[in-house]
């Protein structure tokens, strides 16, 4: 009835794993746990190897690493069970009835679920960035996430039936972090299928540092540039783009881009969302008019 599928990356994913599989349990419906690590190769796999002892669960660690669209995929195509729960390893569900919501979707063949996010307010987290933009961006509002769904799709916790997803499918030219949630929600949107809120949350506990948030970050922007010259992606869709479309017709892409340095020391020193913002803007003109 449901499989459960986490791609991880260096990350021990036994603790989610764990409560997952006592919540599937609970609610008595034939399920699935399946776990890939993407090749990293990483010592916190002997960890994760301890979800095998776990009924009807299981563990493997890729040879290479395929990128973060190819394992969704590859998860999607290994899935027994017509409903499929995508969540992040360094995610944890904020309720014990997680589950049971997601198995009260059941019905709506032809919506995709979203069940939002949500960062722990912890001391070591208020002056670090990813939590300041977590807050800001995607710790959203059922009633907001709802004016603008395809915006607040997040692959971190997702129910997604298996042939919906079969017509979809992440883009495997995606290598690198970032934007394959942005291009997978608006496929949906184009094939006629309905992206629907509710109130399951999950708290997302990766937070990085300053730096590797704005490293990758930045190769978010790269995707985005890539997706827009590969005509995956309509500039008219993203507001990013449209902005930066707008800074073009005015001559000052170069002007723009040549801040994006000042911008990133800034964003990283300062945890201020405001300077990532900017940086974001300001290196897409960058990565734009190195091409012109």
């Known amino acids: ?59 493997k660690s890729l040879e290479n690493n395929i990128g973060r669209s190819a394992i969704r995929n590859l998860l999607a195509k290994k899935a027994t069970y017509k409903w499929l729960l995508f969540l ?43 939590y300041k933009y977590g807050k800001k961006h995607e710790e959203v509002s059922l009633e907001n996430r709802e004016k603008n769904p395809e915006k607040y799709f ?16 992440f883009e495997e030219k995606l290598m690198q972090y970032g934007r394959e949630d942005l291009l997978f929600s608006l496929g949906l949107i184009k094939k006629g299928y309905k992206i629907k809120h ?22 978010a922007m790269e995707n985005l540039v890539f997706l827009e010259n590969q005509q995956l992606i309509d500039e008219k869709e993203i507001s990013l783009l449209n902005l930066v479309k707008r800074i073009k017709t005015i001559k000052m892409t170069k002007l723009v881009g040549n801040l994006n340095a000042t911008f990133e020391k800034l964003a990283i020193k300062k945890s201020s969302v405001f300077f990532l913002n900017c940086m974001k803007v300001s290196y897409v003109c960058y990565l734009k008019s190195e091409h012109e």
Do not use: W
């Open 1 to 59: 009835m449901l499989s459960v599928l986490i791609p991880t990356y260096n990350y021990n994913a036994f603790f989610l794993v764990e409560k997952m599989h006592q919540q599937l349990i609970l609610e008595k419906i034939d399920f699935e746990i399946i776990c890939f690590d993407d090749g990293s190769k990483s010592l916190l796999n002997t960890k994760n190897e301890e979800i095998n002892t776990l009924s009807f669960a299981v563990f």
């Open 88 to 130: 992040d390893a360094d995610v944890i569900p904020s309720a014990s009835n997680f589950i049971k919501k997601y198995v009260a979707c059941f019905q709506q063949n032809n919506t995709v679920f979203c069940g939002g996010l949500l960062y722990e307010d912890k001391k070591e987290n208020f002056n670090l960035l990813r």
């Open 154 to 169: 997040f692959t971190a916790n997702f129910l997604i039936h298996k042939e919906v997803f079969n017509s979809v499918k």
């Open 198 to 219: 509710i109130n399951n949350e999950v708290f997302h506990l990766g937070i990085d540092n300053n730096a590797l948030f704005v490293s990758k970050t930045k190769k």
